[in-house]
């Protein structure tokens, strides 16, 4: 079982964090708002970005960072592009041993046109990097939600990283 951190707790994230612990994963989330991070661990539900929809109960939300990157293995970046940076930078503090950084968020990075995976890359230190892998395409949170059929692939420099994702 794999541990991992979403970090983002937008309807993408939120809807990616139930696909991940329907399957079995122990799932934290991460966002920056206390009160959905309370309301996500008491009624198992993310009003404001999937209202209706009930969320598996082992999903634990924190409102703390570094709380939630205690012991993961994995985390999956689910932020806006203009906040990769930020949230990067505090990260690399937090993170101690080499983890796989997954990114889930659409588009590029405004002001340098860099892919995340690049912007993973400047700034998380190497010997902090298992692998980069990017998930990505025709799907919508609202249906990911609702458990509607949907297609993302991973993409990654090593296959074996983008198979164990995908």
Known sequence: MTKITVVGAGSWGTALAMVLADNGHDVRIWGNRPELMDEINTKHENSRYLPGITLPSTIVAYSSLEEALVDVNTVLLVVPTKAYRDVLQEMKEIVTEPITWI???????????????????????????????????????????????TTVTSAAKRMEAAEEVQ
């Open 103 to 149: 990114h889930a968020s659409k588009g590029i990075e405004p002001g340098t046109s860099k892919r995340i995976s690049e912007v993973i890359e400047e700034e998380i230190p190497e010997h902090l990097i298992k692998d980069v892998v990017v998930l990505s395409g025709p799907s919508h949170a609202e249906e990911v939600g609702l458990r509607q059929a």
